[in-house]
């Protein structure tokens, strides 16, 4: 694994990528304007974090395996055929990531896509597929240790519509119109509800509030996409904090009035948000419960709690000769 090492991140040589079935140099992984992802949003993906342990000198890549289950249950709805199994993804992703030589947390990108070049062919079946895979360095997605949210005006897209339980690309249309008009009128991020008027997720998030002692979430009936680091914070929630968790659905005015909310997800981590539509949520401040779950989950996912180790992979980068 990782024999052929040719880059390396700190040196400002190029990373490489997985790219038809080998790996690359970065500018060498190319697709042609005629793709079909490229025009229709036929394509899947995944964000996985490697977080880098400088104690250690490893990377632990977070639920990998998990990742990788809910990329292939997209190639299914999106009949993307690609010949992998998630262990044989999960080997290529630690092969990748040996390779580019990373020492420092990384953002972990897999994508399956419709490469057939194609124009004007609305027939899944019809349509060839590829898998590429890229990782890059990624330090705090959000900009800032705490949220300031406003109501989207954008609805969650049913699904129905498109599925939700899934990352495909097109989806995202929907998160992008969302977060650019949160941050073009001066907020972090955007809550975004469901079609019935229910809380839904963030725009790269899912929701969770403290209320009456119990952590509540959406349900993934309303359209929240079942989020990695959603089950994370339900399971430590519930085994190492005794708290009761509902997954049920929420109104946009129990958000404003409850005591604490914070978003959970792979890029976001676990981020408190103080705000909603400038109405502080409780003490306008972090809570409590959502800083003690961000503490427990900042050690997990970077290979810290033994306990956990099971949802880490630990990659130990090559050394290169000078
Ligand atoms: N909702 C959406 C729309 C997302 O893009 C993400 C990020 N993948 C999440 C929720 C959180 O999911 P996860 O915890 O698996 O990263």
Redesign the pocket.
Same mark, same amino acid.
């Given at each position: 694994m990782g024999t052929n090492k040719a880059t390396s991140v700190n040196g400002n040589q190029t990373l490489h990528a997985f790219f038809k079935g080998a790996v690359v140099p970065m500018d060498e992984a190319k697709v042609s304007v005629m793709t079909h992802a490229l025009h229709y949003g036929t394509a899947v993906f995944e964000?996985i974090r490697g977080n880098w342990n400088e104690e250690k000198g490893k990377m632990f890549i977070f639920r990998m395996r998990e990742h990788y289950e809910r990329l292939i249950r997209g190639c299914k709805i999106l009949m993307l055929d690609i010949p992998y199994t998630a262990d044989q993804l999960c080997n290529i992703t630690v092969d990748l990531i040996m390779t580019n030589g990373h020492d420092s947390d990384i953002y972990i990108r897999p994508l399956a896509y419709k490469s057939a070049e194609v124009v004007a062919n609305l027939k899944l079946q019809d349509l060839d597929s590829d898998f590429t895979l890229i990782t890059v360095p990624f330090g705090n997605y959000l900009g800032t240790d705490i949220l300031r949210c406003c109501t989207s005006s954008w609805r969650r897209v049913d699904d129905n519509m498109i599925p939700t339980q899934i990352?495909s690309a097109g989806i995202y249309v929907n998160?992008l119109l969302a977060k650019t008009e949160a941050t073009l009128a001066g907020f972090d991020e955007a809550i975004i509800l469901n079609q019935d008027g229910h809380v839904s997720?963030g725009s790269?998030?899912?929701v969770f509030m403290v209320s009456g002692g119990k952590l509540h979430t959406p349900r993934l009936e309303d359209n929240a996409?079942p *989020?990695?680091?959603?089950d994370t914070v339900i399971q430590l929630a519930q085994d190492e904090m005794g708290l009761q968790v509902m997954e049920r659905s929420i109104d946009r005015s129990e958000l404003y009035l409850c005591d604490e909310v914070f978003l959970? *997800?792979?890029?976001a981590h676990l981020t408190p948000v103080v705000s909603l539509d400038s109405r502080d949520i409780g003490t306008g401040k972090p809570g409590p419960i959502s800083l003690e779950l961000q503490k427990m989950y900042f050690d997990i996912v970077a290979g810290k709690n033994p306990k956990y180790l099971h949802w880490c992979t630990d990659v130990t980068p090559v050394s290169i000769p000078a």
């Open positions: 964000g990352k998160s997720e790269g998030e899912n996409l *989020g990695i680091t959603r959970s *997800g792979t890029a």
